[in-house]
């Protein structure tokens, strides 16, 4: 009886675990679907002056509602039943838009670092070197180029791994070493030197500009100040700092657990979902720390709730509701 009692028991919590891992999961899902599609909605939405910076913003958001879509809810069901029933093919495909969508955030991010510095490196030219069009020309290329480097996985060239810790189809990295290195030298190597640089070189010029060090040239001097003040600088980098700090752990513990053979299931599926958590958190960090995306949310909030939404929506711009 003793016995019986301990299995039933055993048999309950787990199936309590996996009911909440995949409540979870599921939970994780709609957040980065609906905050993504505010995102894109509001940005669209907006008919006011805009920042090309909000170009590669939207660039996020795209890639990240994919994530959402297309990724996260098909590990829902395999949560509840530990494992994979939708075939090999999917289970490529799903592998194959982690690390392209990874890819194109990382890119992303390396374009919104130049543009940064850009902005404070040419404050006087910034405007005619960073163009909508050239902004746009960027993110095509980067989705483009991102879909090539990471299709050779897709066409067969290594076997999907279903992570049943996780619950979500993985590319197994460790058969194609070369291929690895690769990706790592192209997406990562260019991406992270260029977050460093630009970055430093920013916060060099800020506290420059703090300390009162002496600049000659006084156009150059207040368009700079003008520009430094600008908190898309900040907000920008919280992006990329929040999106290091959600992915280092799980990549640190998957080192860890080759190096070391270390093996905590339920260690393993909260470093991922934190992960994946990121795409989450740019709609927090874009409402706390960008001035323009609150005032463009606040229009798009009126002009879907509001019946006079097109003159409410230029008072608030500050353009002419006639016009």
């Known amino acids: 009886m003793h016995l019986q009692a301990l299995s039933h028991l ?42 090309v910076i909000n170009y590669y913003l939207l660039s996020l958001a795209v890639a990240d509602l994919l994530c959402g879509a297309m990724i996260v809810p098909l590990s829902v069901y395999p949560a509840l039943h530990g494992t994979w029933n939708y075939g090999e093919v999917l289970c490529r ?64 060239y290594s076997t999907p791994q279903f992570d049943n810790q996780a619950y979500v ?73 929040a999106f290091w700090i959600s992915w280092l752990p799980f990549i640190g513990l998957r080192v860890y657990e080759l190096v070391a053979g270390y093996n905590n299931p339920l260690v393993h599926f909260a470093f991922v979902w934190i992960a994946v958590l990121n795409s989450f958190w740019k709609f927090i960090i874009l409402t706390l720390m960008s001035p323009q995306f609150r005032l463009a949310l606040r229009v798009f909030c009126l002009t ?4 006079t939404k097109g003159r409410l929506q230029a008072e608030l711009i500050g353009l002419d509701p006639d016009d």
């Not at 709609?30 to 505010?38: E, G, P, Q, T």
């Not at 991010?109 to 490196?121: E, G, H, N, P």
């Open 93 to 156: 495909l799903v592998g194959y838009l982690e690390v392209t969508l990874w890819s194109v955030t990382v890119y992303t991010f390396m374009w919104i670092s130049v543009d940064r510095y850009l902005a404070v490196r040419k404050p006087l030219r910034y405007e005619t070197i960073q163009t909508k069009t050239r902004c746009q020309c960027w993110m095509a290329f980067t989705w483009i180029s991102a879909a090539m480097l990471c299709c050779p996985p897709l066409l067969g």
């Open 169 to 241: 189809c993985m590319l197994d990295w460790g058969n194609m070493p070369a291929y690895s290195a690769t990706l790592a030298i192209l997406v990562l190597g260019p991406s992270v030197i260029s977050i460093v640089h630009n970055y430093g070189y920013i916060f060099v010029m800020m506290r420059k500009i703090k300390s009162g060090a002496p600049i000659h040239d006084k156009e150059y001097a207040t368009a700079l100040a003008e520009n430094l003040s600008n908190p898309s600088h900040m907000m920008s980098f919280t992006l990329v700092f």
């Open 304 to 307: 879907v709730f509001c019946k």
């Open 10 to 51: 055993q048999v309950n919590g787990s199936t309590l675990e996996a009911f909440t891992q995949s409540g979870l999961i599921l939970i994780l899902a709609i957040a980065i679907v609906a905050s993504n599609l505010i995102i894109i909605a509001t940005f669209l939405n907006f008919r006011g002056p805009t920042e």
